[in-house]
């Protein structure tokens, strides 16, 4: 068995007996999303793009939940194993150097798509599922923003002296993404200078490309370039930066 | 003497400006046990990381088993066992996890050695118990154990027993020591001096990135601790103190009550029990007392110390 699959059904193993991980990426999305996706009746659609809200935030959380493995569980996760010296445990044993972070990336994908899988279960039986406009265009989104996010927790996790640290800033990176990026208010009802603000936010676009699709209300494919443009970015930072 | 196992030839590491591994020549044979001992900061660490590939020499070069640990590492990873300092396991894995982690399931018979490490090493029943629930002695024992998972022909094992009660080092040497009659090749990191007494073939002792001195630990006491002291209790009367001073070899003796010690070099021994016999002296209780090896290298560091405050040539 190759080094990579030991250690991904090992992380697998282990990030699932992880609370902050059971509690961010599965149930934070989850709870979120059952109370605002209830929060707006069918008379509030005009700020949604004339959309049904709960469809609207079904559609949304999806980028919520790559989000939360994004900046808050691979970021911590990482920077604590080079802090306790798991990494150097690794390295000695023989392990690639590169292979905990293709590892890290294949866990982060795999826990994004599982637990989106059960944001959509759940989410249904409340709200119903939106019908899927264009489905492999959603599909790619989902996918891609879970691999750049995924990065973007490698680089994170590679910068942060310590796991407190990750912690912190991925915290700070989250909500103000969450909030402006796609779990909060729709961009209809933000200022002028939140909506600009929300437009740099890479979550934005995250969420747009799987949301356009989605819904109907777009290609959602300049988004999609963003997050490739974001995903180069990062997988560049993080290959340089990681460290034993 | 077997081949060389580890072969370092003039290693160099620096950080930014720090050089903190200075032109380091070492060579380990097979079935060696070679101990690297040395304060904090003697560049140990960094030596063995670069020895198991962890981190690029900058100047200098390593060979492993024949092989680059920077090009070869693959190869060398079920030949080479390491337990490293300050690194750890992550909390939630399991032993069995762990041992199935980095076990190599094409070495043949592995899983049936490995029942017997476990049982060896007192694991056998904590299968299924997390990392963060051992103790310390039984995580030792864990990076022993996974460091020793593949039938590595070379062990590197930094500060092992560090936290370890007495009787868990004693196991853990004779376990070392049972690795040396198996024909395995042991580095061994350690700031015990009486560790590396007990079980290393040679020691190199390291200080400011340099190798001071290598040899086995009985010829590193003979060059830098080569005195004796001796102890007797003198009666009344007895051979004064001056004619005791001036016997051959002494270096200077004191007196408290009816106690005598006295210091010298080895040959000193004979000439002051000569002097005491001929002066009607012969004490029931003398003893001789030996320099051990961190009597040794405590005088190998503090004469580097000297040198290196000495004035160069050209500033005299």
Known sequence: MSAIVKLVRTELRLVLREPLVLAFVFAFPIITVLVIAGSFGADDAHSFANVDPSQWYVASYLAVVIAAVGLVMVPVHLAGYRERGVLRRFAAAGFPRWSFAAAELIVGVTLTLVASVVLLLVASAAYGLPPIDSPVTTVAGVVLGAVAFTSVGLLLGALMPNARAAQGVGLLAFFPSFLLGGGGPPPDAMSSTLRHVANVLPLTHVTRAIRQPWLGLGSGMGDLAVVGAVLVVSAFGWRRAIRL | ?316
Not at chain 2, 157 to 170: H, N, Y
């Open chain 2, 1 to 316: 003497m077997g081949e060389p196992v580890v072969e370092v030839h003039q290693l160099c590491k620096r950080y930014g400006e720090r050089t903190v591994v200075d032109h380091v020549d070492l060579e380990i044979a097979e079935g060696e046990i070679v101990g690297l001992l040395g304060s904090n900061g003697a560049g140990k660490t960094t030596t063995v990381e670069c020895i198991s590939g962890l981190r690029r020499p900058d100047a200098g070069s390593v060979r492993v088993l024949g092989l680059d640990p920077q090009v070869d590492g693959s190869t060398l990873r079920t030949l080479v066992g390491s337990q490293l300092q300050d690194s750890a396991l992550p909390d939630r894995l399991r032993v069995a996890e762990a041992i199935e982690l980095f076990r190599d399931p094409r070495i043949q018979g592995s899983r049936a050695a490995v029942d017997g490490l476990l049982v060896a090493f007192g694991l056998a029943e904590h299968r299924r118990r997390a990392f963060s629930a051992l103790s310390g002695g039984q995580r030792q024992r864990l990076f022993l154990v996974l460091a020793l998972l593949n039938r590595p022909r070379l062990v590197i094992l930094d500060e092992l027993t560090q936290g370890l009660d007495p009787a868990a080092r004693r196991d853990v040497w004779d376990a070392i020591r049972s690795l040396r009659d198996g024909g395995t090749t042991v580095l061994l990191v350690t700031h015990y001096m009486d560790e590396a007494e007990a079980l290393c073939d040679r020691v190199a002792v390291m200080h400011g990135g340099r190798v001071l001195d290598v040899g086995t630990p009985a010829r590193l006491v003979d060059r830098h601790a080569p005195w004796a002291t001796v102890r007797f209790d003198m009666t009344a009367g007895g051979v004064p103190i001056d004619c005791l001073r001036a016997v051959e070899g002494v270096s200077y003796v004191r007196q408290a009550g009816a106690q005598v010690e006295v210091r010298g070099d080895r040959q000193m021994i004979a000439h002051l029990c000569c002097a005491l016999v001929r002066g009607g002296e012969v004490p029931a209780d003398l003893s001789v007392v030996m320099p051990d090896l961190e009597e040794a290298v405590i005088a190998l560091l503090a004469g580097s110390d000297e040198r290196a405050l000495e004035p160069t040539g050209g500033a005299r």
